[in-house]
């Protein structure tokens, strides 16, 4: 049998786009960079197997004021202090608090004397970068930006960028989707393969919010649509009943767990 036709082709395509990788190697890279980032939330973490994973999109949905960007806050927080790596954290809708992030950083740190810990708090926040993106398209630049830095730098593990929040993806996607011609739905599905990639290619842990819209007889169901759903490799849904710190979180997709479990913890303050 004549192999020069496949050989061929395999190298065109490996030729075009990131080298392929056979199971071995996927494996080793499995074991050695896609590790689990905690996120501080015991609930959460035990329902994902030790935390976000790097590699993997996974997108938190929920309802107004669930305790969504409170999360998001937590988790940068719990992952510098920690010293598992550096933050980016994409603004979309002003929600990113300074302050908030200096108090859960106070509050994750052992007490120390107060000075010191001021210097402590003010060195963990140089390693959350936040910056505002208020539209599809800057989202977009932004991300091809961030490729850009990755590729440039050679920095120590304990500066490396380890994780991107995006908070919310919905609120740019959301406003360009229903319109009859399809650049909405594309640039959509352009942006979930575009954070797929970068999380693979430099083993990131991302996190993006959507937010809930009406379903039909009353129900409510994740923006964005059905399309999206497949592309995140994991969901997860977030409830809350008024005034309670109690979260319930459901786990809606994942591409190694079965879906259906659900877990509890008190939200941060």
């Known amino acids: 049998m004549n ?37 501080g939330c015991e609930g959460l973490d035990t329902l994902l197997g030790g935390g976000l ?5 996974t997108e938190l949905v929920g309802p107004s004021a ?25 603004d979309t809708s002003n929600s990113f608090s300074p302050n908030r992030v200096a108090s859960m950083i106070n509050q994750i740190c052992e007490p120390v004397h107060k000075e010191r810990q001021e210097r402590w708090i003010m060195k963990i926040m140089n390693s959350i970068h936040c910056q505002s993106v208020f539209d599809i398209f800057s989202l977009h630049d932004a991300l091809h930006e961030l490729e850009s830095t990755l590729m440039k730098k050679t920095i120590s593990e304990d500066t490396k960028i380890c994780m991107l ?28 393969y575009l954070l797929k990639k970068l999380a693979h290619e430099w ?8 937010h809930m819209v009406s379903g039909e007889r009353g129900t409510t169901k994740p923006a964005m649509g059905e399309s999206w759903k497949c ?11 008024p005034g309670s710190r109690i979260c319930c979180i459901s786990l809606l997709r994942h591409t190694s767990m079965a879906s259906g479990r659900s877990a509890e913890f008190l939200i941060p303050n």
Request: proline share 5%; with cysteine; hydrophobic share 40%.
């Open 203 to 210: 083993n990131l842990a991302i996190l993006v919010i959507n």
């Open 165 to 192: 929040i995006v908070d919310s993806v919905s609120s740019l996607i959301t406003p360009i989707l229903g319109s009859k011609d399809s650049q909405g739905h594309s640039l959509m599905v352009s942006t979930g």
């Open 231 to 241: 592309i995140p490799h994991v969901r997860l849904q977030l409830s809350r009943s």
């Open 66 to 90: 669930s305790g969504k960007t409170q999360i998001c806050l937590y988790v940068a927080s719990y992952v510098a202090v920690k010293h598992f790596g550096s933050i980016v954290f994409f």
């Open 3 to 39: 192999s020069s036709g496949p050989t061929r082709a395999l190298s065109t395509f490996q030729s075009q786009g990131p080298p392929w990788m056979n199971g071995v190697e996927l494996l080793d890279d499995a074991l050695r960079n896609k590790r689990f980032l905690p996120t």
């Open 53 to 57: 994973r790097q590699g993997h999109l």
